[in-house]
């Protein structure tokens, strides 16, 4: 039989009705009762045959028969005779017959010793019948001849009873003689004997095994018993209390998270399951030559509504995940103040995390060397570190002290390398502090940035801030008064800590809004170059004042070229970070716009409205190729746009921009002055 557990594995799998087992065990008693009466008519044969063959091993053991009718003739003839003649003389004796001689005195029985014996025990019947009579003495009266018969009838009724005892008390067994027919007949007998064994061990077995499954029927029936009790208990309908407590269990609330976030990744994947391979492509040519299309859009009601994107950023391991930073929502009171969203391409339905803040996030990047790891800045001046492996609060933050910031901080950025890297942070109060990731109680160096040439008051309100690439001493910062500075973390040759007194940028009538130096990319090296935006409706192109050639005294640096295209304020511009002549800007009134300085520096190459036409606050290149831009828009929404192939550039790109500044620089086309640029420049060591 099969143990206890599998057969419950088994129930468990499959569990048939009642009325299958009844209607099975209405045939199975059906089929024993067929067999019961097969095996009687068996037994009745059997017992036939076994008489039959009886009686012929009698017949055959014994040997011809003697004249068996004419001995019972003698035998009935005797006894009855016996029997009227003891009736008919009532009390007299046989002696009172006249002629009759006693017959204790006169009838001569034959001793034992006139019997011959056979072999086997048995008296030789009709020997001694004959001797006897010939022994027995004639009588002389005439008158008694018809008791002669009589006179012998004691000793032939004594011989017969003698006989027929010896006969029926010896063993069968014994009388048998072993010959050959003998042999073949016992063999003959057996083999019912051994037939009969079988059946009764079939039946035996048959019996055993309705037991058995009578037995497992009963399992099975008290096992589904059990069961349907257990479901019952399982399907049972659950109170208010018990719902509202397992709805509100953490384990619960984790595992929906996770497996809806999973589900909905698998329904937003864009792949064209059922495409036919085997019908031939489109004709015609790559359509994304020279266009701008949308990838995606990023909101959610429960985190955008009456909120703006303040910052956005990519991830520096993962490519589909990106960041987005939101200020207040004045109508929920009850909400956080800020919130930081993580965003993946495959799940565009709720944003993959959501860390919350007691202030406005202004500025949000991803740690490039700490994939877990994010940084906020709020208007608070508080710094906060969250991670993506905890909860929706910081893990880490700044206290509100003076050792930090106290103003809003628009601005910050990650430098150095995986082993010394520092977070720079800057406030509108002209404040630059520099932090350890892994502590975040007070700044590792702090600076003031002042300036001597303000009227009311020396700080420098900083608004954005940038490092050019390789570089973690010496950074430039852009102000609300709209004016660009260098600074320096520390003293280095001809130059002191702090604010640059005498190199002073300017060309803007508003405050700068962004900041952006070209990244180190490719065979020549432009990254003196930077660009700024502004609310003037400006972006600009400016060379940065060689760090070997200090100024001793105030000089203002010019820009070396102006764009001015755009109708509305321009939030943020950056550069592409693999294409050498192309940057991108969004401003106030919905445009993303994509520049080429190779094709044109008068128009974008490419303008495109997004959304529903509200300003666009920032813009961020995704760090793997470029095509890829995320646009953060002041009604909550973070777009993602594919530039196609305006990502990749040519082999000549980079000679084509050295001839493009050049022709900027010497066409007299930039407002102020302008250092001349040396076209042989190129990056050391490549």
Known sequence: MQSRASRSRGLRAYILPPSFFEAMSDKRRAEIEAKRAKLAELRKARADRLKADSERRTSEIAGPPPARKDLDDLVNSLVGSSSRSGRESGERSPSSVPGTPSIRDNVGLPAPSTLSMSGSGRASRQSDFAAS???????????????????????????????EQELFELPRKERVSYNKEVQTAAIETESPADYEEELRQRIQREREIEAERLARDKELEEESVKLDLEIEQEIRELSEEERASILAAPEFLDFVEQSSKIVQRALNDGYDYIRDYTIGAESGGDD?????????????????????????????????LSVASYNKNPAALNEPDGIVAVWNLHLLERPEFVFHSQSDVLSVTFSPFHSNLVFGGTYSGQILLWDTRSKHLPVLKTPLSAAGHTHPVYAMQMVGTQNAHNLITSSTDGTVCSWLVDMLAQPQETLELVHAGHNKTGEVAITCLDFPDNETTTFWVGTEEGNVYQANRYDRAGAKAGLNQYD?????????????????????????????????????????????????????????????????????????????????????????????????????????????????????????????????????????????????????????????????????????????????????GR
């Open 133 to 163: 009579v010939s022994a027995t003495p004639a009588m002389p009266s005439s008158s008694t001849d018809h008791l002669v018969e009589q006179t012998l009838t004691p000793r032939l009724y004594a011989d017969l009873i003698d006989v």
């Open 288 to 320: 994304s030559e020279g266009r701008v299309k949308r990838v995606c859009e990023f909101y959610d009601e429960r985190y955008g509504k009456n909120r703006s994107i303040t910052d956005v950023d990519w991830s520096p391991k993962y490519p589909e």
């Open 504 to 684: 002073v940028y300017k060309g803007h009538a508003g405050p700068v809004m962004g900041l952006h130096f070209h990244p180190l990319v490719g065979p020549v090296d432009f990254s003196d170059l930077f660009l700024t935006s502004s609310v003037d409706w400006t972006v600009k192109l400016w060379r940065a004042k060689s760090l070997a050639k200090p100024s001793t005294t105030p000089q203002a640096i010019a820009p070396l070229y102006s764009f001015d295209e755009a109708d509305d304020y321009v939030y943020d511009v950056k550069w592409h970070p693999a294409h050498p002549a192309t940057f991108g800007t969004v401003d106030g009134s919905g445009h993303f716009d994509v520049w080429n300085l190779n094709t044109d520096t008068e128009v974008p190459a490419v303008s495109t409205s997004v959304g529903s036409g509200r300003a666009i606050n920032k813009l961020e290149w995704d760090r793997k190729d470029g095509r890829r831009a995320a646009l953060g828009g002041s009604d909550g929404r973070l777009y993602v746009y594919d530039i196609g192939d305006m990502a990749i550039p040519r082999e000549t790109e980079w000679t084509d921009m050295q001839k493009t500044i050049a022709g900027i620089v010497g066409g007299g086309q930039a407002n102020g002055v302008a250092e001349a640029v040396d076209p042989s420049r190129s990056v050391s």
